[in-house]
């Protein structure tokens, strides 16, 4: 019995001493699990909160633009850029105002709108839209190589076919027929065959005007000398050929198409960012 209180003293003293060796780091690492824990929790109410309040903003903003009132829609959206930008709702907030900005006139408003979209928005599929549409902006204002050069930006294949058909409406209206073409035919390799857009495309590819007819093949010039026939005594008489006309004709160009406005053109919901039309939120 001696001996086995002994053993247990000996145990107890061990444990002692480990304690005191690493008690203070066990007790560091539990209180800082504790804070963590704590932590990732009352960041998680926070973004809640975050995203409820900037929800309830945003409706604001889906209600003015559908009442039509801009006012009230810039008024929310300026409330969702100051105190929530982070969240979901701004980007999208704005790319709704900046579609009514633009069918109300305002295409400054508008591109200021889809230029915070393309520099604030954390989510790739809000700033691909948004480069689209600030695109159709600048070639309605005849502004073709800025409208180039942002449809220039590094995107996701699946934006490949629609980037390809507005830098195909750029060129065409900057009078590069030929560059149009090859974009046009890009887009149409790019998009589904079975999609209405791609009708579209089609109707744009097949409106550009034809190319240059090739120079006609040059005719012998008029008096030239017909050889005397073998064995004649008279001398050989010079007749004078006349070439027939060349009918060229080239084929009247139809209308180019004209682009579409980027107000009011369609864009095909990016992938995995159906949030974009403002139904829900991240």
């Given at each position: 019995?001696?001996?086995?209180?002994?053993?247990?003293?000996?145990?107890?003293?061990?444990?002692k001493a480990w304690w005191k060796q690493w008690g203070n780091t066990?007790?560091?690492?539990?209180?800082?699990?504790?804070?963590?824990?704590?932590?990732?929790?009352?960041?998680?109410?926070?973004?809640q909160q975050q995203a409820a309040h900037a929800a309830v903003l945003y409706d604001a903003v889906t209600a003015a633009v559908r009442a039509n009132d801009s006012a009230k829609a810039k008024d929310a959206l300026t409330q969702l850029t100051d105190k929530y930008a982070g969240t979901g709702y701004t980007?999208?907030?704005?790319?709704?105002?900046?579609?009514?900005?633009?069918?109300?006139?305002?295409?400054a408003g508008a591109k200021a709108q889809l230029a915070w979209v393309i520099d604030k928005s954390s989510?790739?599929?809000?700033?691909?839209?948004?480069?689209?549409?600030?695109?159709g902006i600048l070639l309605d204002g005849k502004q073709y190589d800025?409208?180039?050069?942002?449809?220039?930006a590094k995107r996701d294949a699946p934006f490949d076919g629609v980037y390809a058909?507005?830098?195909g409406d750029v060129l065409a209206a900057a009078g590069r027929g030929e560059e149009a073409r090859t974009q046009y035919q890009t887009a149409l390799a790019q998009l589904d065959p079975k999609s209405a857009y791609r009708n579209l495309v089609q109707l744009k590819l097949d409106s550009l005007p034809a190319g240059t007819a090739a120079p006609a093949a040059a005719t012998p010039a008029a008096g030239a000398a017909t050889p005397a026939s073998a064995g004649s005594a008279t001398?050989?008489?010079?007749?004078?050929?006349?070439?027939?006309?060349?009918?060229?004709?080239a084929p009247a160009p139809a209308n180019p198409a004209t682009p579409a406005s980027a107000g009011a053109a369609a864009v095909p919901a990016a992938p995995s960012a159906a949030k974009a039309t403002g139904t829900s939120s991240k």
């Open positions: 019995m001696a001996a086995y209180d002994l053993e247990e003293q000996d145990q107890l003293e061990d444990l066990i007790a560091g690492v539990i209180i800082a699990l504790s804070i963590g824990v704590v932590a990732v929790q009352g960041w998680r109410w926070w973004t980007p999208r907030a704005a790319l709704l105002v900046a579609a009514q900005l633009f069918d109300g006139g305002d295409a989510e790739d599929e809000l700033k691909q839209i948004a480069r689209l549409r600030l695109a800025e409208a180039l050069r942002v449809l220039d058909d507005m830098r001398p050989a008489t010079t007749s004078s050929t006349t070439p027939s006309a060349a009918s060229s004709t």
